[in-house]
């Protein structure tokens, strides 16, 4: 009973990192009908730009929140001055343009930082709490907690602020928001720069567990992306629960099935997509998209 | 004046002579060139029957695909293993051609209930999941050391060079896939690839079930990427589980879009782009090969969206501008203007509401 429950708990924070940037690619897609395959690559440069200021005697926290600061910048950027350019297009050549971008991004950071991993300082003590006779670490439960508070926070910004409402317009109908005199473009570079912070919080709370290099949220990326088919590319809340229950299952089916095992457990959330997807297309959660002809 | 030399090219002698011609060269130009250059253009005839196959399903029928070098890593795993089962090389080439076939068509009937972008995202699993898995079934694939499997020799008969042998081969095996695939696109599936592409409401008011050619599409791709696995392994005679990685997949889907989509000659540019690019870039720098090819393929975008294959099309455009410089005639401006405008519809995006 006790390792089953430390299972779950791990396989909760790891999910909570999917579920991070799983939120910030659903962001990027509802503001422009874009997948943003390098969502994970810039959460790399992110926990990058955090690591040197950390060498500069920053405090850790500060230096995550100037990272996030600086991530919304450059997503920002990006939208500007990148992706401007392609968002009217063909979507296969937008989807293609993000795929350079992470090839770029990936080969900045090796080219900067080389391909050796490096140690990444924990937000959170390395101590663990006993609960119900399962020995759980504290950085596991502080994960989780993050991800909550940016889950309520993220509610509170598109539900309760003028911000949100415009943010949503735009996402529903740039046409008519922009006929409504909402600036469409300045909003779409604030939906770019708010899921750039938000791999930026996902890269923080993954680096000290994988070490941070280049290469470090391909993996992340692949659960991440499966987390956004699983619960509908329409509903950041099923998006959550999608990422909990694909870190928990493929914990658990580490451990009780024998085939599966380490090396396969990867399988495990496509698994279950084809199981749902043959069930409910739009996802667990998703709402079906309806097509004017 | 512009149109002249297009107008020359549709003539039908003028196409059966350039057929001629490129035939000819295929036939001469093995036997002088030096055996690196006969290895490269191999290599190159090896992934522009890749690209063909990502074409078929992402740049005609418009369903974005990463997962397509998993079914070359098939193909080459499947002639390795028949290879050395000591199996005959016809049945060899037919098992490496169908098995990844039958998969694609197994993966496409649960992948093709999804629309858009869902599909990319499903279809980036066949790598992710392939590469342990074949390192998990050693006793097929040789685990992480992978496969030899040297089959591929020039017969004593032919007098040729292994390397004149493999290409020939590349190209003989390749051409008529190429052949297949034209006919194949430029027909009524062609069209139907084109309407699901276009708008999949519309096609289905026309007959033409999405859920069907989307399927059709993607097994018609995975057959191919089997062709391109059993070539994979005349030239290269090994393949291990990172011939299917993940970094090869969307390499893969780069060269398709930076050749050109939808376009046979685009694949063949593709196929150039996939084998060359990285060896200049190395060739440059080898800390910034990542970073040059980044720079390569957004570069590539912003001047050429359509591709390499659009460059002569691009250039004309340039030179009758130039050219009426002096002298615009606003009704053709208007009129391509509104061609933009009606190509990036802005219609689509309603769905979203």
């Known amino acids: ?293 | 004046m512009s149109t002249a030399p297009a107008r020359l090219f549709e003539r039908p002698w003028m196409r059966w002579t350039i057929a001629v011609v490129i035939v000819a060269l295929a036939v001469v130009l093995p036997l002088v060139f030096p055996a690196f250059t006969n290895q490269t253009l191999a290599r190159i005839g090896v992934f522009a029957v890749a690209v063909l196959g990502l074409n078929v399903v992402m740049g005609y029928a418009g369903q974005v695909s990463l997962g397509q070098i998993f079914f070359v890593g098939l193909g080459a795993y499947v002639t390795a293993y028949g290879v050395t089962q000591n199996w005959n090389i016809a049945l060899v080439f037919v098992l490496s051609v169908l098995i990844p076939g039958v998969v694609g068509l197994v993966v496409a009937l649960a992948a093709a209930r999804l629309g858009g972008l869902a599909i990319a995202m499903v279809t980036i699993a066949l790598p992710i999941v392939g590469v342990p898995l074949a390192k998990r079934l050693s006793e097929f694939t040789g685990g992480s050391q992978g496969l030899s499997a040297i089959f591929a020799k020039a017969p004593t008969w032919s007098g040729l060079y292994d390397d004149q042998w493999q290409l020939y081969l590349v190209l003989l095996i390749g051409g008529i896939t190429f052949l297949l695939t034209r006919n194949l696109v430029h027909g009524k599936y062609g069209r139907a690839f084109a309407i699901v592409k276009g708008n999949q409401a519309v096609a289905g008011s026309m007959g033409v079930s999405p859920y069907r050619f989307k399927v059709l599409a993607f097994t018609v791709a995975s057959l191919i990427g089997g062709v391109s696995g059993f070539l994979y392994m005349v030239v290269v005679q090994y393949t291990s589980p990172e011939t299917m990685s993940f970094g090869s997949s969307i390499t893969l889907l780069a060269s398709m879009v930076i050749g050109g989509a939808a376009s046979i000659l685009g694949s063949v540019l593709g196929g150039a782009y996939y084998v060359l690019v990285p060896q200049l870039t190395n060739a440059i720098n080898p800390n910034l090969t990542a970073v040059l090819q980044g720079v390569i393929l957004l570069a590539v975008l912003f001047i050429l969206p359509g591709g390499l294959v659009s460059l002569p099309r691009t250039i004309r455009r340039l030179w009758t501008r130039t050219r009426r410089g002096g002298n615009p005639s606003p009704p053709t401006q208007a009129a391509s203007r509104q061609a933009d405008l009606a190509e990036g519809s802005p219609t689509e995006r309603q769905g979203q509401a």
């Open chain 1, 1 to 293: 009973m006790g390792t089953f429950i430390q299972l779950v708990v791990d396989g909760l924070s790891t999910g909570s990192v999917y579920a991070a940037l799983a939120l910030a690619i659903v962001l990027v897609n509802q503001a422009t009908g874009l997948v943003n395959f390098a969502q994970g690559g810039m959460a790399v440069l992110s926990a990058y730009i955090a690591l040197e200021l950390v060498q500069l005697h920053v405090p850790l926290a500060i230096a995550i929140i100037v990272s996030m600061a600086a991530s919304f910048l450059l997503g920002a950027i990006i939208e500007r001055y990148l992706m401007r350019r392609f968002e009217r297009g063909d979507p296969d050549t937008a989807v293609v343009v993000t795929i350079g971008l992470l090839t770029l991004v990936t080969g900045v950071c090796a080219w900067i930082w080389s391909y050796n991993n490096q140690q990444f300082p924990s937000l959170f003590p390395s101590s663990t709490v006993s609960i119900l006779g399962a020995v759980v670490s504290v950085s596991s439960l502080g994960t989780i907690l993050v991800i909550v508070v940016i889950m309520v926070l993220l509610q509170a910004l598109f539900l309760g602020t003028k911000l949100g409402l415009a943010l949503r317009a735009v996402a529903i109908n740039p046409q008519s928001a922009a006929f409504s005199g909402m600036p469409v473009g300045r909003l779409l570079m604030v939906g770019w720069g708010l899921a750039a912070a938000l791999g930026a919080v996902a890269g923080a709370l993954v680096a000290p567990q994988l070490s941070l290099t280049p290469n470090m949220m391909d993996s992340p990326l692949v659960y991440a992306l499966a987390a956004v088919i699983l619960g509908g590319m329409t509903s950041p809340l099923g998006v959550v629960v999608a990422a909990w229950l694909i870190g928990v299952l493929e914990n658990l089916a580490a451990v009780y099935l024998p085939f599966i095992g380490y090396d396969l457990k990867v399988a495990v959330p496509f698994i279950l997509i084809f199981v749902v997807l043959l069930v409910r297309p739009q996802g667990l959660f998703g709402r079906k998209a309806v097509v004017r002809v």
